[in-house]
T-cell receptor, first 116, second 107 residues
Framework: DGGITQSPKYLFRKEGQNVTLSCEQNLNHDAMYWYRQDPGQGLRLIYY???????QKGDIAEGYSVSREKKESFPLTVTSAQKNPTAFYLC???????????????FGPGTRLTVT | KNEVEQSPQNLTAQEGEFITINCSYS?????LHWLQQHPGGGIVSLFMLSSGKKKHGRLIATINIQEKHSSLHITASHPRDSAVYICAVNSGNQFYFGTGTSLTVIP
Protein backbone atom coordinates (compact mmCIF):
# COMPACT_ATOMS: atom_id res chain seq x y z
CA ASP A 1 0.00 0.00 0.00
CA GLY A 2 1.44 3.36 -1.02
CA GLY A 3 0.87 6.31 1.23
CA ILE A 4 2.05 8.71 3.87
CA THR A 5 2.41 7.72 7.48
CA GLN A 6 2.66 10.07 10.40
CA SER A 7 3.40 9.01 13.91
CA PRO A 8 2.27 9.22 16.55
CA LYS A 9 -1.38 10.18 16.06
CA TYR A 10 -1.51 11.92 19.43
CA LEU A 11 1.47 13.48 21.18
CA PHE A 12 1.68 15.19 24.54
CA ARG A 13 4.63 17.27 25.69
CA LYS A 14 5.53 19.63 28.46
CA GLU A 15 6.23 23.24 27.63
CA GLY A 16 9.90 23.85 26.95
CA GLN A 17 10.57 20.47 25.37
CA ASN A 18 11.43 19.97 21.74
CA VAL A 19 9.41 17.31 19.97
CA THR A 20 9.86 15.65 16.57
CA LEU A 21 6.95 14.56 14.41
CA SER A 22 7.58 11.80 11.94
CA CYS A 23 6.47 11.75 8.29
CA GLU A 24 7.31 8.92 5.89
CA GLN A 25 6.08 8.35 2.34
CA ASN A 26 6.54 5.44 -0.03
CA LEU A 27 4.96 7.19 -3.01
CA ASN A 28 8.31 8.18 -4.50
CA HIS A 29 7.22 11.82 -4.47
CA ASP A 30 9.90 14.49 -4.61
CA ALA A 31 8.01 17.26 -2.85
CA MET A 32 6.93 17.09 0.77
CA TYR A 33 5.16 19.61 2.99
CA TRP A 34 4.31 20.30 6.61
CA TYR A 35 1.12 22.16 7.48
CA ARG A 36 -0.40 23.30 10.70
CA GLN A 37 -4.18 23.32 11.16
CA ASP A 38 -5.91 25.37 13.85
CA PRO A 39 -9.66 25.65 14.44
CA GLY A 40 -11.29 28.14 12.07
CA GLN A 41 -8.17 28.55 9.95
CA GLY A 42 -7.05 27.04 6.71
CA LEU A 43 -3.97 24.87 6.54
CA ARG A 44 -0.86 26.99 6.92
CA LEU A 45 2.45 26.00 5.42
CA ILE A 46 5.34 25.52 7.82
CA TYR A 47 8.06 24.10 5.58
CA TYR A 48 8.31 22.39 2.25
CA UNK A 49 10.98 20.42 0.46
CA UNK A 50 11.21 19.84 -3.26
CA UNK A 51 14.22 17.59 -3.17
CA UNK A 52 16.49 15.74 -0.79
CA UNK A 53 18.77 18.00 1.29
CA UNK A 54 16.79 21.10 0.34
CA UNK A 55 13.86 22.76 2.08
CA GLN A 56 12.16 26.16 2.18
CA LYS A 57 10.39 28.08 4.91
CA GLY A 58 6.67 28.49 4.59
CA ASP A 59 4.45 31.18 6.07
CA ILE A 60 4.86 30.13 9.72
CA ALA A 61 8.32 28.56 10.01
CA GLU A 62 9.37 30.32 13.22
CA GLY A 63 9.87 27.84 16.04
CA TYR A 64 10.04 24.84 13.71
CA SER A 65 12.86 22.98 11.97
CA VAL A 66 12.98 20.20 9.40
CA SER A 67 15.42 17.90 7.67
CA ARG A 68 15.26 15.99 4.40
CA GLU A 69 18.09 13.47 4.42
CA LYS A 70 16.09 10.85 2.55
CA LYS A 71 13.43 11.17 -0.14
CA GLU A 72 11.00 9.15 1.95
CA SER A 73 11.33 11.07 5.20
CA PHE A 74 10.59 14.66 6.23
CA PRO A 75 10.55 14.98 10.04
CA LEU A 76 9.38 18.18 11.72
CA THR A 77 10.80 19.38 15.03
CA VAL A 78 8.67 21.69 17.11
CA THR A 79 11.09 23.62 19.27
CA SER A 80 10.55 25.35 22.56
CA ALA A 81 10.71 28.64 20.64
CA GLN A 82 7.29 27.96 19.07
CA LYS A 83 4.92 30.08 21.13
CA ASN A 84 1.69 28.14 20.53
CA PRO A 85 2.64 24.63 19.49
CA THR A 86 -0.65 22.91 20.33
CA ALA A 87 -2.22 22.15 16.97
CA PHE A 88 -2.96 19.48 14.39
CA TYR A 89 0.01 18.86 12.09
CA LEU A 90 -0.39 17.43 8.60
CA CYS A 91 2.33 16.13 6.35
CA UNK A 92 1.78 15.95 2.62
CA UNK A 93 3.61 15.03 -0.54
CA UNK A 94 2.91 16.01 -4.12
CA UNK A 95 3.58 14.94 -7.65
CA UNK A 96 2.63 16.00 -11.13
CA UNK A 97 2.12 13.49 -13.89
CA UNK A 98 3.84 15.61 -16.54
CA UNK A 99 6.01 18.74 -16.47
CA UNK A 100 3.02 20.91 -17.34
CA UNK A 101 0.37 19.10 -15.29
CA UNK A 102 -0.85 20.52 -11.98
CA UNK A 103 0.47 19.09 -8.76
CA UNK A 104 -1.60 16.48 -6.92
CA UNK A 105 -1.20 16.48 -3.19
CA UNK A 106 -1.55 13.54 -0.82
CA PHE A 107 -1.95 13.89 2.92
CA GLY A 108 -0.92 11.85 5.91
CA PRO A 109 -3.37 11.13 8.75
CA GLY A 110 -1.97 13.92 10.91
CA THR A 111 -0.51 14.24 14.40
CA ARG A 112 -2.36 16.09 17.12
CA LEU A 113 0.19 17.74 19.40
CA THR A 114 -0.78 19.03 22.82
CA VAL A 115 1.73 21.01 24.84
CA THR A 116 0.93 21.85 28.46
CA LYS B 1 -6.29 38.63 2.68
CA ASN B 2 -6.87 34.90 2.08
CA GLU B 3 -6.11 33.61 -1.36
CA VAL B 4 -9.02 31.18 -1.04
CA GLU B 5 -12.43 32.00 0.42
CA GLN B 6 -15.12 29.43 1.11
CA SER B 7 -18.75 29.72 2.03
CA PRO B 8 -20.62 28.84 4.04
CA GLN B 9 -18.41 28.11 7.06
CA ASN B 10 -20.99 25.80 8.57
CA LEU B 11 -23.86 23.96 6.95
CA THR B 12 -26.55 21.72 8.40
CA ALA B 13 -28.81 19.77 6.07
CA GLN B 14 -31.51 17.15 6.27
CA GLU B 15 -30.74 13.81 4.72
CA GLY B 16 -31.60 13.88 1.03
CA GLU B 17 -31.07 17.60 0.53
CA PHE B 18 -29.00 19.06 -2.30
CA ILE B 19 -25.93 20.84 -0.94
CA THR B 20 -23.71 23.48 -2.47
CA ILE B 21 -20.40 24.75 -1.12
CA ASN B 22 -18.73 27.69 -2.82
CA CYS B 23 -15.10 28.64 -3.26
CA SER B 24 -13.53 31.80 -4.67
CA TYR B 25 -9.85 32.38 -5.20
CA SER B 26 -7.67 35.33 -6.05
CA UNK B 27 -4.44 33.84 -7.42
CA UNK B 28 -3.56 32.33 -10.75
CA UNK B 29 -3.94 28.60 -10.53
CA UNK B 30 -3.06 25.48 -12.41
CA UNK B 31 -5.75 23.47 -10.61
CA LEU B 32 -8.36 23.61 -7.89
CA HIS B 33 -8.83 20.78 -5.43
CA TRP B 34 -11.76 19.79 -3.27
CA LEU B 35 -10.71 17.89 -0.16
CA GLN B 36 -12.68 16.07 2.50
CA GLN B 37 -11.61 15.89 6.13
CA HIS B 38 -13.41 13.57 8.51
CA PRO B 39 -13.30 13.78 12.31
CA GLY B 40 -9.97 12.29 13.24
CA GLY B 41 -8.28 14.57 10.78
CA GLY B 42 -7.23 12.60 7.70
CA ILE B 43 -7.69 14.46 4.42
CA VAL B 44 -8.62 12.83 1.13
CA SER B 45 -8.79 14.42 -2.27
CA LEU B 46 -12.22 14.40 -3.91
CA PHE B 47 -11.55 16.28 -7.11
CA MET B 48 -8.82 18.09 -9.01
CA LEU B 49 -10.19 20.53 -11.58
CA SER B 50 -8.59 22.70 -14.18
CA SER B 51 -11.74 23.48 -16.12
CA GLY B 52 -15.36 22.52 -16.52
CA LYS B 53 -17.04 19.93 -14.37
CA LYS B 54 -16.35 16.56 -12.79
CA LYS B 55 -18.73 14.04 -11.26
CA HIS B 56 -18.07 11.18 -8.93
CA GLY B 57 -21.09 9.39 -7.57
CA ARG B 58 -23.25 11.94 -5.78
CA LEU B 59 -20.54 14.60 -5.84
CA ILE B 60 -20.20 17.19 -8.59
CA ALA B 61 -17.52 19.86 -8.81
CA THR B 62 -17.52 22.77 -11.21
CA ILE B 63 -15.06 25.55 -11.90
CA ASN B 64 -15.32 28.85 -13.74
CA ILE B 65 -11.79 30.00 -14.48
CA GLN B 66 -12.83 33.46 -15.69
CA GLU B 67 -14.78 34.16 -12.52
CA LYS B 68 -12.25 32.37 -10.28
CA HIS B 69 -15.02 30.41 -8.65
CA SER B 70 -15.77 26.78 -7.95
CA SER B 71 -18.68 24.93 -6.44
CA LEU B 72 -18.99 21.51 -4.86
CA HIS B 73 -22.44 19.96 -4.99
CA ILE B 74 -23.67 16.93 -3.10
CA THR B 75 -26.87 15.38 -4.35
CA ALA B 76 -29.11 13.28 -2.09
CA SER B 77 -26.99 14.06 0.98
CA HIS B 78 -26.43 11.35 3.56
CA PRO B 79 -25.20 11.46 7.17
CA ARG B 80 -21.95 9.82 6.07
CA ASP B 81 -21.27 12.98 4.02
CA SER B 82 -20.81 14.85 7.31
CA ALA B 83 -17.27 16.18 7.21
CA VAL B 84 -15.25 19.32 6.60
CA TYR B 85 -14.87 20.16 2.92
CA ILE B 86 -11.82 22.18 2.00
CA CYS B 87 -11.15 24.06 -1.21
CA ALA B 88 -7.49 24.34 -2.19
CA VAL B 89 -5.75 25.84 -5.19
CA ASN B 90 -2.48 24.85 -6.74
CA SER B 91 -0.30 27.70 -7.92
CA GLY B 92 3.05 26.40 -9.12
CA ASN B 93 4.17 23.92 -6.49
CA GLN B 94 2.38 25.81 -3.73
CA PHE B 95 -1.06 25.10 -2.35
CA TYR B 96 -3.43 27.59 -0.75
CA PHE B 97 -6.33 26.42 1.37
CA GLY B 98 -9.72 27.74 2.33
CA THR B 99 -10.83 27.54 5.95
CA GLY B 100 -13.23 24.72 5.22
CA THR B 101 -16.96 24.18 5.33
CA SER B 102 -18.21 22.00 8.15
CA LEU B 103 -21.16 19.96 6.88
CA THR B 104 -23.54 18.07 9.13
CA VAL B 105 -26.24 15.95 7.54
CA ILE B 106 -29.03 15.01 9.91
CA PRO B 107 -30.93 11.74 9.41
Amino acid sequence: DGGITQSPKYLFRKEGQNVTLSCEQNLNHDAMYWYRQDPGQGLRLIYYSQIVNDFQKGDIAEGYSVSREKKESFPLTVTSAQKNPTAFYLCASSIRQTRTAPYEQYFGPGTRLTVT
Amino acid sequence: KNEVEQSPQNLTAQEGEFITINCSYSVGISALHWLQQHPGGGIVSLFMLSSGKKKHGRLIATINIQEKHSSLHITASHPRDSAVYICAVNSGNQFYFGTGTSLTVIP
